[in-house]
C-alpha cells in the first residue's frame, strides 16, 4: 500500500522558468493538500483539492501559483516565472473522509525546489 | 514549546532519558490534535493522535498529553534513541476542516 507519492524529489530552476509539482495520493484518499516550508520554519498552508475542484486555496500567492487535481492523474501545482524566494520544500498531503470531517493527513517525501 | 521564528526551539537528551516536548496550541475549539516527526530531509511522518474528549493516548514508546484548559499538547517519547532524532511538530484541527501546524522542536539524542 503506497503511501503519498511525490516527484521530483528535487527540482532546478533558472528565474524565469516554469516549476511543476506532481502529487500521487494514498490510494482511496480523495483530498490533496499542499505545504510550503523554509527551512527551521513550520509547514504553511497553500491549498486544499479534491477531484476537479479547489475547496481552499487560502494560502496560495495571489499570481504565478495554481494547483490542480484532475479527474484522473496526480495533482500538480505549478509555479510560473519562479523567482530566488520561490526556493522551499513543497509538501503534499493527503486524507480520507469520513463524513464531513477530514481525518489525519499523510505527508509525502516532499519536492525540494532551488531557483538559482 | 512551540515558535514561528526563524530559529526553533531545541532539546536535547542523554540516549536512553525520557524526553518531553511541549505545543501551545491557539483555538479552544480544537477538537483533534495530531503529533508529528520530521527527519531531516523527509516529509512529516504521523506519530500519534488525541481527540478532544481524551486526556491521554499512549502509543509504542510516545505518550500524549492534552489540557484543554491551558491549551496545552505534550509528546512524551520514552527512552530516548539516536534514531528518534528530528523536528517534532503538533498540529490542531478545528472547525471540522482547518488544521494548523505549529513550527515544532528540535529534538537531539546524544548518545
Known amino acids: 500500500n503506497a503511501g503519498v507519492m511525490q516527484n521530483p524529489r528535487h527540482l532546478v530552476r533558472r528565474r524565469g522558468q516554469e516549476a511543476r509539482l506532481r502529487c500521487s495520493p494514498m490510494k482511496g484518499h480523495s483530498h490533496v493538500y499542499w505545504y510550503r516550508q523554509l527551512p527551521e520554519e513550520g509547514l504553511k498552508f497553500m491549498v486544499y483539492?479534491?477531484?476537479?475542484?479547489?475547496?481552499?486555496e487560502s494560502g496560495m500567492p495571489k499570481e504565478r501559483f495554481s494547483a490542480e487535481f484532475p479527474k484522473e492523474g496526480p495533482s500538480i501545482l505549478r509555479i510560473q516565472q519562479v523567482v530566488r524566494g520561490d526556493s522551499a520544500a513543497y509538501f503534499c498531503?493527503?486524507?480520507?473522509?469520513?463524513?464531513?470531517?477530514?481525518?489525519?493527513?499523510?505527508f509525502g517525501p516532499g519536492t525540494r525546489l532551488l531557483v538559482l | 514549546g512551540e515558535s514561528v521564528g526563524l530559529h526553533l526551539p531545541t532539546l536535547s537528551v542523554q540516549e536512553g532519558d525520557n524526553s518531553i516536548i511541549n505545543c501551545a496550541y491557539s483555538?479552544?475549539?480544537?477538537?483533534?490534535f495530531i503529533w508529528y516527526k520530521q527527519e531531516s530531509g523527509k516529509g512529516p511522518q504521523f506519530i500519534i493522535d488525541?481527540?478532544?474528549?481524551?486526556d491521554k493516548r499512549q502509543g509504542q514508546r510516545v505518550t500524549v498529553l492534552l489540557n484543554k484548559t491551558v491549551k496545552h499538547l505534550s509528546l512524551q517519547i520514552a527512552a530516548t534513541q539516536p534514531g528518534d532524532s528530528a523536528v517534532y511538530f503538533c498540529a490542531e484541527r478545528y472547525n471540522n476542516n482547518d488544521m494548523r501546524f505549529g513550527a515544532g522542536t528540535r529534538l537531539t539524542v546524544k548518545p
Open positions: 483539492l479534491q477531484k476537479e475542484n479547489i475547496i481552499d
Open positions: 488525541i481527540r478532544s474528549n481524551m
Open positions: 498531503a493527503s486524507s480520507p473522509e469520513q463524513g464531513v470531517i477530514r481525518e489525519t493527513q499523510y
Open positions: 483555538n479552544s475549539a480544537s477538537d483533534y
